[in-house]
């Protein structure tokens, strides 16, 4: 059975602070997935990761596929309020099957 | 571009009773993976759909069904609801496979209510 074990759970940092989130796993990924879901609405695709070292950077946040495909970090600088939600990783197989297996999600609070 | 799209948005059920949902996914998006969310779980995998074929199911009991139809839209079906059935059930269009890092594109969601 896939896991993946999303780290911290729960963050409360303030404005302007820098923070990591992990997502491992003993298993093996094709891709791996972060989202991030606001309170009564569906997660919302940050960006998609597919070749092992891979790195990429969208603003201010930094997404890391590592080397071996089992783990992956998000990393948020200068944190804003409005980066305040809960954060998903989620990986896939290879196959071309459309599952996708979810960590249980790091929830964080930027104040002001 | 439309989003997916997630009718009720919001349900009230007695144990016992049966219900279903509607998604319809994004324009020319032939995939439909449903969700089910909630706090002790997280989000696990039901059941996708691709060209009304079901290809991929989760483990859950029998009670949980789905079906597709020719426009691609979706519904699913949750039999003699029980308490524990108490979730957000979200729906998620893609264009591609996701271990090739299509990624999904989500509905807001349904959330339903056994009491």
């Known amino acids: 059975t896939q896991l993946l074990e999303q780290s911290p759970q729960f963050l409360s940092i303030q404005e302007g602070e820098n923070l990591t989130v992990y997502c491992n796993s003993s298993s093996v990924f094709s891709s791996l997935q972060w989202y991030r879901q606001e309170p009564g609405e569906g997660p919302v695709l940050l960006v998609t990761?597919?070749?092992?070292?891979e790195v990429k950077k969208l603003k201010r946040l930094t997404f890391q596929f590592g080397d071996a495909r089992k783990d992956s970090s998000l990393h948020i600088t200068a944190a804003q309020p409005g980066d305040t939600g809960l954060y998903l990783c989620a990986g896939a197989s290879s196959g071309g099957y459309n599952k996708l297996i979810f960590g249980a999600g790091t929830r964080l609070a930027v104040h002001p | 571009k439309a989003g997916v799209t997630q009718t009720p948005r919001y349900l009230i059920k007695t144990r016992g009773q049966q219900v279903t949902l509607s998604c319809s996914p994004i324009?020319?998006?032939?995939?439909v993976s449903w969700y089910q969310q909630t706090p002790g779980q997280g989000l696990q995998f039901l059941f996708e759909?691709?060209?009304?074929?079901?290809?991929n199911k989760g483990n859950f009991p029998g009670r949980f069904s789905g079906r597709q139809f020719s426009n691609s839209r979706s519904e699913m079906n949750v039999s003699t609801l029980e308490l524990g059935d108490s979730a957000l059930y979200l729906c998620a269009s893609s264009l591609g496979a996701q271990g090739a890092g299509y990624g999904y594109t989500f509905g807001s969601g349904t959330r339903l209510t056994v009491v």
């Open positions: 990761v597919v070749t092992g070292g």
């Open positions: 324009s020319g998006h032939r995939s």
């Open positions: 759909y691709f060209s009304e074929t079901q290809r």
